[in-house]
């Protein structure tokens, strides 16, 4: 079965400090890995879109990267802000061709103390 | 470019009851998939459209059911609400052609079935 995990499903981090959120799946033959943030009560904010055969992508403060063997990523964000606060989801697409369906992990919820 | 966008935000319905949800898309996004997100079960995938046509399901029952219009706006449907359908509904559009398409979320419908 095709799952997606995030651990831990909380963090709490003082601001200025970097960090990385992790982002675990089964099955290596993924097409593209998209990271993003969810504030509470809104939609989904893409951050980070990492195509099955690069390694990583690096966006501002935010640099992911993308480990198939392994079936790892992690959200690297440095110098956090308070702003950066949300849960962050990463999601998998594997499938056919045309095949838009996202499977996502559950979040990790992100807390920075100013 | 204006994003996706979702009408009505939010819904409170009586069980029993239907209701639709409308999605537009991103300019030039031809697909448009719709996920519902519960605290317990997280975002779950119900079906992608692209061009008028259901390209995609997900494990939901027939109560949910959608549609695409020519201009690529979509429509979800669940007929005889249960309690268990109050959750947040987004929708999603991407180009939905190739293998790294992008999906970018709109602020999603919250629906609360009394």
């Known amino acids: 079965k095709q799952e997606v995990t995030q651990i831990p499903a909380a963090l709490s981090v003082p601001e200025g400090e970097n960090l990385v959120l992790n982002c675990s799946f089964t099955?290596?033959?993924?097409?593209?890995l998209q990271w993003f943030r969810q504030d509470p009560g809104k939609g989904l904010t893409s951050l980070l879109l990492i195509q099955s055969s690069q390694r990583e992508q690096t966006s501002g403060r935010l640099n992911a990267s993308l480990d198939k063997s392994s079936g790892r990523s992690t959200l690297y964000i440095a110098a956090s802000q308070p702003g950066d606060s949300a849960t962050y989801l990463c999601a998998v697409k594997w499938g056919n061709f045309g095949n838009e369906k996202l499977t996502f992990g559950t979040g990790t919820r992100l807390t920075i103390i100013p | 470019k204006a994003g996706v966008t979702q009408t009505p935000r939010y819904l409170i319905k009586t069980r029993g009851q239907q209701v639709t949800l409308s999605c537009s898309p991103i300019s030039g996004h031809r697909s448009v998939s719709w996920y519902q997100q519960t605290p317990g079960q997280g975002l779950q995938f119900l079906f992608e459209y692209f061009s008028e046509t259901q390209r995609n399901k997900g494990n939901f029952p027939g109560r949910f059911s959608g549609r695409q219009f020519s201009n690529s706006r979509s429509e979800m449907n669940v007929s005889t609400l249960e309690l268990g359908d109050s959750a947040l509904y987004l929708c999603?559009?991407?180009?939905?052609?190739?293998?790294?398409?992008?999906?970018?979320f709109g602020p999603g419908t919250r629906l609360t079935v009394l």
């Open positions: 999603a559009s991407s180009h939905g052609q190739g293998l790294n398409n992008e999906q970018f």
């Open positions: 099955d290596s033959a993924i097409y593209n």
